[in-house]
């Protein structure tokens, strides 16, 4: 019997479930947002990859801005390195200081649940 509407609703004959549910699906903002980014990104890869990305001047002259902006800002891209890489060594730091509080909590429990076991 399922297998039959199965059947049915795949062939259309059944109103309901897949008919209403595409329809429904296409309606949906998200679904049409994501039909369009899918169009733009096939249509996108087909201009921009296939001839700009494989011409060397394209990548000489994308080198050359991306050097002349690194130079330009290299002052606070070190800035904002040296602080990233200290908030990374403080968090590091801080959870030794969790993970050594867990383990001597774990062992204290350890030790007051071994001794009511070995006094009895």
Do not use: C, W
């Not at 679904?31 to 249509?43: L, V």
């Not at 050097?67 to 891209?77: A, C, F, M, N, R």
Request: net charge negative; glycine share 14%; hydrophobic share 50%.
């Amino acid at each position: 019997m399922l297998m039959e509407e199965a059947a049915k609703h795949a062939a259309g004959q059944m109103p309901g479930m897949m008919g209403g549910m595409m329809g429904n699906m296409m309606s949906n903002p998200m679904a049409h947002g994501a039909m369009m980014a899918a169009t733009g990104f096939a249509a996108g890869r087909g201009l921009v990859g296939g001839t700009l990305l494989r011409n060397p001047l394209v990548l000489l002259a994308g080198g050359l801005a991306a050097g002349y902006l690194l130079h330009k800002y290299q002052k606070e891209i070190v800035l904002a390195v040296t602080k990233a890489t200290g908030m990374g060594k403080d968090f590091v730091l801080e959870q030794k200081e969790n993970l050594n509080d867990l383990v001597a909590e774990a062992q204290e429990t350890e030790a007051q649940a071994g001794k009511p076991a070995d006094a009895a």
